[in-house]
Nanobody, 122 residues
């Protein structure tokens, strides 16, 4: 399972850096995986936050554009999510997953790990 970490409690306007570690089973082929960050707030469906492809192309949900940055380090087998200017509505459990294009939609297909809790206080 991909393992997300780095969450915590932060005040509005603060920053956090999330990290996602690939399992050893895919170390040798990690660079071939398109990756995404997702989040789920209480009572809400899980939603896509950001994605990064094998060619380092990135895309973001409108709600986080200009505040969040996704990156990857293939040598370390990790994907990162730099979050700044955090808002209370960013409060959620954040997950990473491998993704693939199904039709015209990027779709997560790996096992969901435990995620990491991000709480933004007002």
């Amino acid at each position: 399972q991909l393992q997300a970490s780095g969450g915590g409690l932060v005040q509005t306007g603060g920053s956090l850096r999330l990290s996602c570690a690939a399992p050893r089973s895919i170390f040798s082929v990690f660079s071939n995986y398109d990756m995404g960050w997702y989040r789920q707030a209480p009572g809400n469906l899980r939603e896509s936050v950001a994605r990064i492809t094998t060619t380092f192309s990135t895309d973001y949900a409108d709600s986080v554009k200009g505040r969040f940055t996704i990156s990857r380090d293939n040598s370390r087998k990790r994907v990162y999510l730099e979050m700044s200017r955090l808002k209370p509505e960013d409060t959620a459990v954040y997950y990473c997953n491998s993704i693939k294009m199904v039709g015209e939609t990027w779709t997560p297909y790996g096992d969901w790990g435990q995620g990491t809790q991000v709480t933004v206080s007002s």
